[in-house]
């Protein structure tokens, strides 16, 4: 079993700048992709970016290209969302997730964190 933590989110003001992690125990993922998901209220699941087992590849929204950069630790099992220039359309709840396969569809993933909250004000 894979357990996930997310953690950095807070209030930020539009153009401004956070750092998520998320942090996984149980067991190593070093061998599994790791995601971004994120949901705003009343509306569906959104990806926002995927890394590779290795860090060697990643993919992004392309919302969030440009300004979001993925990126891991896999001697910490952590995962980092760096979320620079920041939208008030960027604020929801930002779940990470993992799984063996490397994928943008959250139903690809079994392993989910509880969400950390990105509140952006205009």
């Known amino acids: 079993q894979v357990q996930l933590v997310e953690s950095g989110g807070g209030l930020v003001q539009a153009g401004g700048s956070l750092r998520l992690s998320c942090a996984a125990s149980?067991?190593?993922?070093?061998?599994?992709?790791m995601a971004w998901f994120r949901q705003a209220p009343g509306k569906e699941r959104e990806f926002v970016a995927v890394?590779?087992?290795?860090?060697?590849?990643?993919h992004y929204a392309d919302s969030v290209k440009g300004r979001f950069t993925i990126s891991r630790d896999n001697a910490k099992n952590t995962v980092y969302l760096q979320m620079n220039s920041l939208k008030p359309e960027d604020t929801a709840v930002y779940l990470c997730?993992?799984?063996?396969?490397?994928?943008?569809?959250?139903?690809?993933?079994?392993?989910w964190g509880q969400g950390t909250q990105v509140t952006v004000s205009s």
């Open positions: 997730a993992a799984d063996r396969d490397y994928s943008g569809s959250y139903y690809r993933y079994n392993y």
């Open positions: 149980g067991r190593t993922v070093s061998s599994y992709a």
């Open positions: 890394i590779s087992w290795s860090g060697g590849i990643t």
